[in-house]
């Protein structure tokens, strides 16, 4: 029996991850409509839906659910032999240090398929934030960082000169964001949930609101993102966040919302592995570039 086509499972990777197909098309570089072809080739081949179509994008059917965990090992043992027989196989330890906002809900699927890809690689993984790791960008405290900064706006670009450039991973809208029920119920005091104010994005928030006249008071800090969702979710306050980083039981302020509440335009986020460092070894220079491979 012959099996099924590679291709045609990354591109139901793709899909399944980004959510839709108009969202996976750019990422396989490929038009939405060859990954539609794609996909019905596959599900031929497979004799069941997997995948459901709407308004909203796509997501897994049950038996896309299945063959989802088979593609992702089938894909990543292939390869790991292609990789194994040119001799391109990551073999050490290295240190990574990943800002808190990149992508929260993923990261750990993320490393996994890190791990999978090379089962040779031993990560040490330590979450910061942007401001530590951009001041720690010359020490020794990690090997590779994943950052974060802020463009596009007056006061938002604050990277140093020593850790601009490095390998662009991903460019994502801020929003300002809170539950659903107190959206829609403006204070003249703007409740404000951050992290502590070592956060660049605090920082960010607060010299925006302070320059904007914006009357505010900090209602809860939290220590990370996690905790930073759940007093979200939980009412306390109105925050700012980058769409990944946008969890379950909390929604983006929509124009009236944003108007409502007084609040000024946001810049854009971006992600990026922070460039190499003098006399930085081969195998670091690898594992940046398998980074950037398996996280843009």
């Known amino acids: ?40 080739k596959l599900e031929e081949r497979a004799g069941v839906p997997l995948l459901t179509r709407g308004k909203k994008g796509a997501a897994v059917t049950p038996a896309g659910a299945r063959l989802l965990d088979y593609a992702r090992r089938i894909l990543s043992l292939n390869e790991q032999a ?37 089962p040779y690689l031993k990560l040490h993984v330590t979450v910061m934030k942007s401001a530590a790791i951009e001041a720690a960008a010359e020490m020794d405290a990690f090997d590779i960082g994943l950052s974060m900064r802020l463009i596009g706006a007056r006061g938002a670009d604050k990277t140093s000169g020593a850790t601009r450039g490095g390998t662009v991973l991903r460019r994502e809208a801020l929003a300002w964001v809170a539950a659903p029920e107190i959206s829609e119920a403006p204070q003249v005091t703007l409740p404000l949930v951050l992290l502590p104010d070592t956060c660049s994005m605090h920082q960010f928030v607060v010299q925006l609101l302070m320059r904007r006249r914006r009357e505010f008071e900090i209602a809860h800090s939290a220590s990370g993102v996690a905790g930073l969702h759940l007093a979200l979710a939980a009412g306390l306050g109105v925050s700012c966040l980058n769409a ?21 335009a946001l810049p854009a986020a971006e992600f990026y592995l922070l460039g190499a460092r003098r006399g930085e070894s081969e195998f670091t220079g690898q594992a940046r570039k398998a980074l950037a491979e398996q996280f843009g």
Do not use: C, H, N
């Open 82 to 118: 292609l990789a194994e027989l040119r001799g391109q196989t990551l073999d050490g330890e290295l240190r990574l240090a990943v800002t808190d906002y990149f992508r929260p809900g993923e990261i750990a699927g993320m490393l996994r398929r890190l791990r999978d890809r090379y």
């Open 1 to 40: 029996m012959r099996g099924f086509e590679t291709d045609q499972l990354r591109t139901f990777v793709a899909v399944a991850e980004s959510g839709s197909l108009s969202a996976a098309a750019p990422r396989l570089f490929l038009s939405q409509s060859s990954v539609s072809e794609q996909l019905r």
């Open 244 to 264: 990944s980083a946008i969890g379950p039981g909390v929604t983006p302020l929509d124009a009236a919302g944003v108007a409502g509440w007084k609040l000024p």
